[in-house]
């Protein structure tokens, strides 16, 4: 699927929104951990520690360092893409308008703060004609 006319407004790129998307999701998926003096095999485990939480959690710094390397222009643009997706606004361009005004806001670390953060940028790409499954498809 090919971008609308919207995707001019973009200043964020698709590969770096799919990344985050990506970082996002890995980062919902954690639980907190239910045994913290783990000190088994983890095959013996199953492996879940995995998936749970850690005070240095690679996923947390990869996902709050792909935020924080944006520009406020990509920040503003996510944080609209979120709410699109959330159904907060009905276009890209009002949700935009919108996140200018918390351009003095510390957007990553709401963003971080925002529960299904992926699947809403997600949607909100979709609206404005990007595919997470033709970004990947392209990418293999």
Not at 129 to 137: A, H, M
């Amino acid at each position: 699927m090919e971008p609308n006319d919207n995707s001019d407004e973009l200043t964020l790129s698709p590969e770096t929104a799919f990344f985050i998307i990506v970082k996002a999701r890995e980062f919902d998926e954690q639980v907190a951990p239910t045994d913290p003096d783990s000190g088994s095999n983890p095959a013996d485990d199953r492996e879940v520690d995995v998936l749970e939480e850690d005070a240095e959690d690679p996923v947390e710094q990869e996902l709050e360092a792909a935020l924080s390397s944006l520009n406020i222009d990509e920040q503003l643009d996510l944080l609209a893409l979120t709410w699109l997706g959330r159904s907060d606004f009905p276009s890209f361009a009002q949700a935009r308008k919108a996140a200018e005004d918390v351009r003095d806001k510390h957007i990553p670390s709401y963003l971080m703060g925002t529960p299904k953060l992926g699947d809403y940028v997600e949607e909100g790409l979709a609206q404005l004609g990007y595919s997470l499954e033709d970004f990947e498809k392209n990418r293999l």
